[in-house]
């Protein structure tokens, strides 16, 4: 099983700084056609899990451009370059390479300091 | 609009069986996989299965075969997510969300279902 582990897993983050998530995989998540299927959800308190990012880098619309996404093989990072009140919540990456066995990783809290 | 809505809350004794739905509407719902999410009370999201509901081709997380059932039905474009027997540990938020292509996964979500099992 591919496992997904992201860091750090609570991240106090000041107004107007920037915040980084790491997601680590266990195996590579670049599928046979060379693309890496590696996306990563928002989810606010009390609301459903929104999707920010699909295949490491490509922001969904209506995502701010503040969010970026990076990496590949088995190392990706979530950034954003200045941190928003609306910004608060958990940030999960997901991959979904190997179908159909997806994973999600466990989940990072990003607060406001 | 584009939306999946799931089904209420419900709230059931260990050992009951329990069916509910997501019903997506605003798109051609037979193009979509329907995937489904469980996220235990604070705690992160678990992958459990998806369904196609143009031919009904099913598959799940190991961590959930034979714990749950996961089927469509394309007449009335809706998913569902059933158990025959719940537990305790069943007690979660439940959430579906479609998925295109392997380009294209959980874009829309549902509102989520809260189900809880407790005697």
């Known amino acids: 099983d591919v496992v997904l582990t992201q860091s750090p897993l609570s991240l106090p983050v000041t107004l107007g700084q920037p915040a980084s998530i790491s997601c680590r995989s266990s195996?590579?998540?670049?599928?046979?056609?060379?693309?890496?299927?590696l996306n990563w959800f928002h989810q606010r308190p009390g609301q459903s899990p929104r999707r920010l990012i699909y295949k490491v880098s490509n922001r969904d619309s209506g995502v701010p451009d503040r969010f970026s996404g990076s990496g590949s093989g088995t190392d990706f990072t979530l950034k954003i370059s200045r941190v928003e009140a609306e910004d608060v919540g958990v940030y999960y990456c997901m991959q979904n390479t190997h179908w159909p066995m997806y994973t999600f990783g466990q989940g990072t809290k990003l607060e406001i300091k | 609009e584009v939306q999946l809505v799931q089904s209420g809350a419900e709230v059931k004794k260990p050992g009951e069986s329990l069916k509910i739905s997501c019903k997506g509407s605003?798109?051609?719902?037979?193009?979509?996989?329907i995937g489904w999410v469980r996220q235990m009370p604070g705690k992160g999201l678990e992958w459990m299965g998806i369904?196609?509901?143009?031919?009904?081709?099913?598959r799940y997380s190991p961590s959930f075969q034979g714990q749950v059932s996961i089927s469509a039905d394309k007449s009335i474009s809706t998913a569902y997510l059933q158990w025959s027997s719940l537990k305790a540990s069943d007690t979660a938020i439940y959430y579906c969300?479609?998925?295109?292509?392997?380009?294209?996964?959980?874009?829309?979500w549902g509102q989520g279902t809260m189900v809880t099992v407790s005697s």
């Open positions: 195996q590579s998540l670049e599928f046979s056609d060379g693309n890496t299927y």
């Open positions: 369904v196609s509901p143009g031919d009904s081709d099913t």
């Open positions: 605003g798109y051609t719902f037979t193009n979509y996989w």
């Open positions: 969300a479609r998925q295109e292509s392997i380009e294209n996964v959980f874009d829309i």
